[in-house]
């Protein structure tokens, strides 16, 4: 088997269901597997696994023993020769598996590939790459030195800013969103450790990787979209556990001392509150709809759900002849009509204009996306 796609689930089943079905796409042409695990979810996230996806693996576990475990289960449970740690809240495009396995074979020592992400409105995640937060790198992070000077290789370092956004390049750390790599590699460091709960797993994982003499990679040639706020949700255990995360991996790889600890404690802190804190700067109010799908059916139940003006178009093209530059308008896409490539690639397009946006995977009866990376995300079912 080629490849196996681990999705570890969390209460998140309008997320998970576009998801699966996206990957289901992409690995039409391969031989792969998608392996589902749930920590506990309460959502009906088990019921709708069981009901619409009788064929993928599922495995329900009875506690939420965290991130690295339950990876480390998919893992276990994996026959490929590639395996993708993908996150429930994310959508592939129909080649992004096909366009990692052709770059792996052209890549010197590749370890861990990460991809382009983007968030729901369509904007770049930084964190698609970046560098070991040793207490100088956190710092600048926290300091958002890294913004005022982008360019320099003393400041620039949290993010990898010296590889942009649309360049394959060589980075220490990425995203556990998206890791793709070979099983045997995964396994050879020990998978997830399981001593971390979550946050610090994949800096954890893309290290140690790195120190086998591998090489990591950021190859921004498929973009994925990670909702993000839905997964993650910045609850009152957030700040804690960021903080236990981020000691963790500094005991673990670093020798610390009275200043290190007394940097980083202020420092995660201060990181840690400004996450917890972070609000969406987008607005949910809607002036205007625009629907894009061929199917009549889908027309006619949008219509008579949504109680401010419906526009109907085939094509993403056509949304060009709609000019509302006043008005709020959200665009609702049917997967059924626009393959998930273009719609990721209409909404990066797209991301500093007037619109938002929504996608109807295969054969359900809602829309979902998200205005921000903050943002838990909204549903229109119909």
């Not at 088990?46 to 023993?65: C, G, H, R, W």
């Not at 949290?158 to 220490?172: K, L, M, R, V």
């Not at 903080?243 to 995660?268: D, L, P, R, V």
């Not at 949504?306 to 609702?332: A, H, M």
């Amino acid at each position: 088997m080629q490849l196996s796609v681990v999705i570890l689930n969390y209460n998140v089943k309008h997320f998970l269901e576009i998801c699966v079905k996206s990957v289901q796409k992409a690995i039409e042409n391969l031989n792969g597997e998608i392996i589902v695990v749930d920590n506990a979810s309460t959502d009906g996230s088990k019921e709708m696994m069981q009901t619409i996806f009788p064929d993928v693996t599922y495995l329900y576990q009875t506690e939420n023993a965290g991130f690295p475990k339950g990876n480390n289960i998919g893992v276990d449970h994996a026959k490929g020769e590639f395996i993708c740690i993908l996150n429930p809240d994310t959508i592939v495009a129909e080649d992004t598996f096909e366009v990692l396995l052709k770059e792996y074979q052209s890549l010197k020592d590749p370890g861990i590939l990460g991809c382009r992400l983007i968030d729901g409105s369509g904007k770049f995640l930084p964190e698609s790459k970046r560098g070991v937060p040793t207490p100088w790198v956190a710092f600048t992070k926290v300091a958002s030195l890294y913004k005022i000077f982008p360019k320099s290789k003393w400041f620039n370092k949290y993010y990898a800013q010296h590889i942009s956004e649309n360049e394959t390049g060589e980075t220490d750390i990425l995203v556990g969103a998206f890791m793709f790599m070979k099983r045997d590699i995964y396994l050879e460091v020990g998978g997830f450790d399981e001593g971390c709960f979550m946050y610090a797993d994949d800096i954890d994982l893309s290290y140690m990787v790195s120190k086998t003499g591998l090489q990591n990679y950021y190859v921004p040639k498929t973009t994925v979209i990670h909702f993000k706020g839905e997964s993650t949700l910045k609850d009152g255990k957030y700040m804690m556990r960021f903080k236990e995360a981020m000691q963790f991996f500094y005991q673990k790889h670093f020798k610390t001392s009275w200043w290190f600890n007394s940097i980083m404690n202020i420092g995660i802190a201060l990181f840690a509150f400004k996450k917890k804190s972070e609000k969406s700067n987008t607005t949910n109010f809607t002036d205007h709809y625009i629907l894009v799908t061929n199917n009549a059916a889908i027309y006619q139940s949008v219509v008579n759900k949504v109680d401010k003006p419906l526009d109907w178009v085939y094509f993403l093209d056509d949304i060009e002849t709609i000019n509302q530059p006043d008005k709020n308008i959200e665009v609702l896409i049917d997967s059924e009509s626009i393959s998930y490539k273009d719609y990721i690639r209409f909404i990066n397009q797209n991301q500093k204009t007037n619109k938002s946006f929504k996608i109807r995977a295969l054969n359900s009866d809602f829309f979902i996306g998200s205005n921000d990376k903050n943002d838990r995300g909204e549903i229109l079912s119909f």
